[in-house]
């Protein structure tokens, strides 16, 4: 009802707005959870880790196979649920799978857990539904703290579930040994502050997202370009595009871009970059914007304030400067913005897109 939108036009304004307490509320809950060092223990032992999702908490996968991969070093095998058939005949005992469920009942993800579980491999889900169909047939679930979000499209629970996760991924570089005492530092002192830093996030791009979304709402189609880190989020940025303002948005690894898709780019073609916060990342992301810029694209940069990226976009959208593995808690709040003021611009009601369920339970 209107009532329960609490004063904004949409359900999907409103929980992109409950993401501060909400990622806060998560990590409160992670701290707190006796389940979190088991789950660490499983994974630090495991021979194999392989996490997987749908849809979003696909991108939520992907964003813990990088963190866990580069804080913890041991190589994170991630999949779509619905391609886990691929990937089951190197599975075993020893072997660890995360599943990633907001709504813990996709049937896709619940597929991969019960075959992955019939080979002898230890399950760990993450969840937003208490005692829902995953959650329940797991060995170990985790529970972001999201409250329940009824627009189609996520937004609360990807941020909930890559705090989460991201936190998991220190954890397991703790236990590994490979995590260097500074970096962990760096990371707590960020991740502490992750409410504020997706509330400063909210203040500072809102207005900007809005007249972006105004200028490509005209536009059939769009690139969402990163590396690294920021590819999840990227990727998360064209879904929701895709989803409610109905514009083709094609995500990919920037470097991609000489080795097919750039064939595609002709003058004011939009292209979106996700510059993580990383400084490696983001010089070698300079030379695919210029790229992107010599064949005439309409170039937008979603990145760190002060960022040397800014003097070479047509239009920048900057966030706040924090550890990179935090990029998805700072960078897709501007993209879920832009995607939510382009559907309304277009006409369309982002909490109900055509075609689409909020909860999958077929296959
Ligand atoms: C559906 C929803 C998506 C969601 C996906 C996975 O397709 O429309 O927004 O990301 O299911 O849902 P889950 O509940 O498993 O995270």
Redesign the pocket.
Known sequence: SEAEKSGYPHFMLKEIHEQPRAVMETLHGALHDQLIPEAVELLANAEKVYVT?????FHAAEHFSITGTRLAGKPIISFISSEYDTYLPAAGEGDVLIV????G??MD?LKALRAFKRKGVRVISVSNVIDSAIPRESHVTLYTRAGPEIG???TK?FTTQTTLLTYLAVRLGEATGQLDAGEREGILRSISSAGELVKKALEDTGERAKKLASAISRSSSAYYLSRGVGVPVAKEGALKIKEIAYIHAESYPAGESKHGPIALVEKSFPVVFVIPNDTYLETLLLGNIEEMKARGAFTVGVGPEGSRAVELLNDYIPVPRTHWALTPLTHTIPLQLLAYYAAVEKGFDPDKPRN?????TVE
């Open positions: 999702g749908a849809g979003t908490s990633v469920s907001q709504s009942e996709t993800s189609v499209a996520a629970t689409l369920a909020k909860t999958v």
